[in-house]
């Protein structure tokens, strides 16, 4: 959609114009949920093809599988959650584990929601919001967004979400019914495709230096956060250390380039 939808809070606009806005958000809606489909959509849900296997593995119903797909929305931490009672983890520290392995979202959160909300924007929509980004939902939505008109940027980010959630939720249940039919090298395989495309929609929508040199830093640095940094915090920490850096480096190489 390359259309400008104008800003339905023109004092210039009449009634029916309110109804001409929520007409063009639901468009936007839509909009969003082609591309999802277009794209990053059935990569994720492939990827949540083992969670499914798990959850039957560890005792849990379809309906417990789709859940946790829709409430903890993040692979990595319902790979947790069902190895976790498999194991016989205790209830706390299973749960002090998955919101330590969620601490990753904040930065995602904080950079995005100031691109979606308006002055008209409440609290309790705000709050959905956060809860929908997810590392692929973040990543195309800071490359999609910026071509979005602010008073439809809601509406397309819900769009989006709303898309990669259902498909993975039925890809949750798809694997739950194909458990044991699945090598599982592949099921393994399956879950690390997300990772591999949030690398790659970064990688293409890098422009600037300080993005690059983000990149590098990050790939460079992970191995050491991974082994070094407190359990549920490596990612927080790679972003610290390697955004830092990048950002004292791109400014160094932007004061050199303007003295040349």
Request: a positive charge; hydrophobic letters at 55%.
């Amino acid at each position: 959609m390359s259309e400008i939808i104008p800003d339905e809070t023109s004092p210039n606009e009449a009634s029916p114009n309110k109804a001409w806005g929520a007409a063009a958000r639901r468009r936007w809606f839509f909009e969003a949920a082609r591309q999802a489909c277009a794209g990053p959509m059935p990569i994720v849900a492939v990827s949540l093809i083992s969670v499914g296997g798990l959850a039957r593995d560890a005792g849990f119903s379809i309906e417990i599988a789709v859940a946790s797909t829709l409430l903890i929305w993040a692979g990595p931490a319902q790979v947790l959650f069902f190895g976790a009672v498999a194991a016989k983890t205790a209830w706390p520290v299973i749960a002090l584990s998955i919101s330590l392995s969620s601490v990753r979202f904040v930065p995602m959160v904080v950079s995005i929601l100031p691109m979606i909300r308006t002055s008209r924007t409440r609290l309790p929509v705000l709050i959905l919001a956060a809860h929908c980004v997810a590392v692929t939902v973040w990543a195309e939505g800071m490359r999609r967004l910026p071509g979005v008109p602010k008073e439809g940027r809601m509406a397309f980010f819900f769009g989006f979400s709303a898309t990669c959630l259902a498909g993975t939720s039925l890809a949750t249940a798809a694997g739950y019914a194909l458990i044991g039919q699945l090598p599982g090298p592949l099921a393994a395989a399956l879950l690390f495709m997300t990772p591999i495309y949030f690398v790659a929609t970064l990688t293409r929508g890098a422009r600037q230096w300080i993005d690059k040199l983000a990149l590098v830093f990050g790939l460079a640095l992970a191995p050491l956060t991974q082994m070094y940094a407190p359990a549920g915090f490596d990612l927080l920490a790679l972003g610290l250390i390697g955004g830092t850096g990048a950002w004292l480096c791109a400014r160094r190489l932007e004061a050199r380039g303007r003295a040349a």
